[in-house]
């Protein structure tokens, strides 16, 4: 299949662009942990990004209202999270994306953030995906693993009904049995006709929901695997979690990339892209 060209989106005066022929990357820690560590992981992911010249937006989610467990670690509540999230933004200069999962949150956090994204189990909410998209800003629906990729299409409808345009769908695996899920390559070509730019998410994509017992596990092993994959496949964007330490992060450990490690997984996906680019 020959991919389909997709819309371009730009934001915060150029510094994220996607959609342009560039691979772009949207990464960041799993949820706001604190000040100085969402600060300090902003600040090496753009040094990173700017020594690569890789389009790059962070993320970090002000609430994790998707867990496994009642006890399950979501963050500092979604207003404090926001709060940190504007200072990261203010001190790092970094385009910001971030979750909503209420309509009564999109006013506050739209204020913020440059993009907002719309979980995978809420990725055929009407509402959510109406009031998202009724602020004007770039939308980045992650697609729900009970989801098709031909599915999607009716999502990213519900977005552009509003007349906004700027929508990314995002892949992040698709529920395989029990446990697991799995990735199929063709979907970012099929979800790609639909003219909007496609990321692939190699650190959920390697999640194993609920495979922990009350939190969910993950194989951080194949993320790479996954993502050069994905590149190949004409991915326009990657999405990765990253933390300097993952083994001790709040939450999604098990599938988060290790800081340390993120900057030659970036150069191959960036070589990759460019090979298949000629």
């Given at each position: 299949m020959t991919l389909s060209p997709v819309k371009e989106i730009k934001i915060a005066d150029g510094k994220f662009a996607i959609g342009d022929g560039c691979l772009a990357l949207i990464a960041g820690p799993c949820l706001v942990e604190g000040y100085e560590?969402?600060?300090?992981?902003?600040?090496?992911?753009?040094?990173?990004?700017?020594?690569?010249?890789?389009?790059?937006?962070?993320?970090?989610?002000?609430?994790?209202?998707?867990?496994?467990?009642?006890?399950?670690?979501r963050g500092p509540g979604w207003r404090e999270g926001l709060a940190i999230l504007a200072a990261v933004k203010e001190a790092c200069g970094l385009p910001l994306l971030t979750d909503v999962h209420e309509i009564i949150q999109i006013p506050e956090v739209a204020e913020v953030a440059d993009i907002l994204q719309v979980p995978a189990f809420l990725s055929r909410q009407t509402d959510l995906l109406v009031a998202a998209g009724e602020t004007g800003l770039p939308v980045n629906i992650k697609k729900g693993q009970f989801l098709s990729p031909t599915d999607i299409q009716h999502s990213i409808a519900k977005v552009t009904s509003t007349g906004n345009d700027q929508v990314m769908v995002t892949e992040r695996g698709t529920t395989f049995g029990y446990n697991n899920l799995v990735v199929d390559m063709r979907g970012l070509a099929i979800m790609r006709q639909f003219g909007h730019p496609v990321i692939f998410d190699a650190t959920h994509s390697v999640q194993l929901p609920g495979g922990a017992g009350a939190a969910s596990g993950g194989q951080r092993e194949f993320v790479g695997t996954l993502a050069r994959a994905a590149v190949a496949a004409g991915a326009d964007g990657l999405f990765l979690e990253v933390h300097p330490d993952p083994d001790q992060a709040p939450c999604d450990g098990p599938n988060m990339v290790p800081l340390d490690e993120l900057e030659p997984l970036l150069k191959r996906l960036i070589a990759i892209h460019q090979a298949v680019g000629e």
């Amino acid at each position: 299949m020959t991919l389909s060209p997709v819309k371009e989106i730009k934001i915060a005066d150029g510094k994220f662009a996607i959609g342009d022929g560039c691979l772009a990357l949207i990464a960041g820690p799993c949820l706001v942990e604190g000040y100085e560590t969402t600060l300090g992981i902003a600040q090496r992911l753009a040094e990173i990004c700017g020594g690569l010249e890789m389009p790059l937006a962070f993320k970090a989610s002000c609430d994790k209202a998707n867990r496994t467990s009642v006890d399950s670690v979501r963050g500092p509540g979604w207003r404090e999270g926001l709060a940190i999230l504007a200072a990261v933004k203010e001190a790092c200069g970094l385009p910001l994306l971030t979750d909503v999962h209420e309509i009564i949150q999109i006013p506050e956090v739209a204020e913020v953030a440059d993009i907002l994204q719309v979980p995978a189990f809420l990725s055929r909410q009407t509402d959510l995906l109406v009031a998202a998209g009724e602020t004007g800003l770039p939308v980045n629906i992650k697609k729900g693993q009970f989801l098709s990729p031909t599915d999607i299409q009716h999502s990213i409808a519900k977005v552009t009904s509003t007349g906004n345009d700027q929508v990314m769908v995002t892949e992040r695996g698709t529920t395989f049995g029990y446990n697991n899920l799995v990735v199929d390559m063709r979907g970012l070509a099929i979800m790609r006709q639909f003219g909007h730019p496609v990321i692939f998410d190699a650190t959920h994509s390697v999640q194993l929901p609920g495979g922990a017992g009350a939190a969910s596990g993950g194989q951080r092993e194949f993320v790479g695997t996954l993502a050069r994959a994905a590149v190949a496949a004409g991915a326009d964007g990657l999405f990765l979690e990253v933390h300097p330490d993952p083994d001790q992060a709040p939450c999604d450990g098990p599938n988060m990339v290790p800081l340390d490690e993120l900057e030659p997984l970036l150069k191959r996906l960036i070589a990759i892209h460019q090979a298949v680019g000629e």
